[in-house]
């Protein structure tokens, strides 16, 4: 299926980020970006953009990008953009003639809108329109501003900025057939040349379907207002239904901040981050072997900021639509191996100093444990991810605890009850998931 996005307005509310609002960045990528990776994630792969102010600009940026993500692009150029939106869907007429998707160059969106909605089947002269119902909680949103619907039945009665009886907002995600432009030639007509005037003619006619997002999120980047609500909603989709205790509360805060501020203004890939992560584990781990409390807490220090900072590659690779499964398989290996040389490395501290060959078997029961833990980790996830309602936690005992363990036992200069404390919890822990996965079959 193809897509129309139309980025041809100046959007003058933004202009202190940028003389181009499509290419305003919002972590790491502009906002045209953003929104052709998350189409291209929902399946469409045949892009056609309408710009129109900075026009130059703005089309030289998408080539450079079309051509380093591998996405085609036909330009669509349009001299009257101080008009209404309506004029920048008019000027893809004798491209598009079957149905399409019509996306704001502007509006930030949860995936699950634009894959449901492309599903959906309308007749050759219908269009329809993602509403969101949620008009009295939406937070996102800015009341004012935005466009307002009116519907009944999944059909649209009304829309307009103005209108005083509504029920929906207009998300600015439709599946269109070629009637919209008609409809629109039509709106001409009576004077009103925006896109709302196109789906108001055929809402008329009974042909402008309305179609519920279902509580997914989406947000019209007008203004520094929005734009910070924008980013503040994306960091939230950093969150993992996976994060252990310390990764939620206190590990993920970090990693998002370290990344947003730091990562994100670099060209630096997802996978070096990960290595980078190793390295810092590696240096840590060298500590342990040296001796000492002093090695040992510099090591735990290491360790722990290691383990925020293997938070940033996931962050990069999801904020910035790198994400690869070699990627994710690349960052787990490292993390085995980062896992082994940390509790070898403090099972060669706890054992230096008086040979005592009790530390070793309980470094062993704390490694053995901490493998099994990883291990065990994929099947449970998929498990728990499948019987839990979005958004929400499960209980989990993983790396992030570990650390945790780690790093406040090197500061009391306690060792040996950090080793038994991990072959303790992580050996349970696996045990514990033994018996979930063995009574859900």
Known sequence: MKCLIIAAGQGSRLSSRGDSKPL?????????????????RCGLTDFYVVTGYNGDKVRDYLSRFSQSRNIHIT?????????????SVLKAKKLLNENFILLMGDHIFGESILVRLKNERIADDEVMLAVDYNIKTNKLVDGN???RVLAEDNRILDIGKNIKNYNAYDTGIFLCSPALFSAIEESLHNEDDSLSGGIRVLA??????????KGDFWIDVDDEKTFKKAEKKLLDTLKKTSDGPISRYLNRPLSTRITRYLFLRTDITPSSVSFFSFILAMVGALFFFLGGYSNLVIGALLAHLSCVIDGCDGEIARLKFQVTEFGGWFDAVLDRYADAFLLFGLTYHVYLPNRDISALFIGFLAIIGTFMNSYTADKYDGLMKRRLKPGKFYFRLGRDVRMFIIFVGALLNQPLIVLVVIALLMNAENIRRIVVLYRNG
């Open 75 to 87: 330009h669509i150029t349009n001299e009257e953009w101080e008009r209404g939106n309506g004029i």
């Open 145 to 147: 501003d935005v466009t």
């Open 24 to 40: 305003v960045p919002l972590l790491g990528l502009s906002l045209i970006e953003r929104v052709i990776l998350t189409a291209k």
């Open 204 to 213: 008329n006619k009974g042909k402008a379907k309305a179609f519920a997002i």
